[in-house]
């Protein structure tokens, strides 16, 4: 059963539109979820459906804040590359937002950067507005670091003339 369906069976959408919306999606090159939200169905309700497909529970973000020390968990091309990002740490848990859970490689990268942090994770399913917001978090992120590096850089010099 695909969201589709799921959406349908809640009475959310038509049975017949079913098909309608895949032939749309499929001619306009929209996602299913862009011509559902242009249809009026809410992000939030499109989030619970994929939830339930993928038996993954959900999180929304929506104007939460990922601190920095979160984010660094994951690093930026990582998190952009397979659409995965860490949320927060959960009693020694990694919380791992992903944007399309049957992404077999996203998986793999996620095991890989988990063993090396010697840290075991849990997957929510996320929007694709909320990881963008989460990427803009990181951009946040790169800015501090760049600032850090150039007032350490400008103490140096100062340094330096001093001697």
């Known amino acids: 059963m695909n969201v589709l ?10 049975k017949g539109d079913v098909a309608a919306i895949q032939k749309e999606a499929a001619a306009s090159g929209k996602s299913v979820e862009e011509i559902l ?16 497909h993928f038996n993954i529970p959900t999180k929304t973000i929506g104007d ?6 979160i984010l660094k968990y994951i690093p930026e091309e990582s998190a952009a590359h397979y659409q995965f990002a860490p949320l927060g740490v ?3 848990v990694l919380k791992v937002g992903v944007v399309d ?7 793999d990268a996620l095991n890989f950067i988990a063993s090396k942090l010697g840290m075991p994770f849990k ?5 694709g507005d909320d990881f963008k917001r989460i990427l803009a978090a990181y951009k946040g992120l790169s800015g501090e670091v760049n600032r850090s590096l150039s007032e350490l850089e400008t103490e140096l010099v100062a340094e330096k003339r001093e001697e």
């Open 90 to 92: 959960d009693e020694g």
């Open 123 to 127: 997957v929510f399913l996320i929007s």
């Open 5 to 14: 369906s799921l959406l349908s069976e809640k009475g959310m959408i038509d």
């Open 37 to 52: 939200i242009e249809s009026g169905i809410g992000p939030e309700d499109i989030l619970a459906a994929k939830g339930e």
């Open 64 to 69: 939460e804040k990922i601190p920095f020390d």
């Open 101 to 107: 859970p049957d992404n077999i490689e996203a998986r």
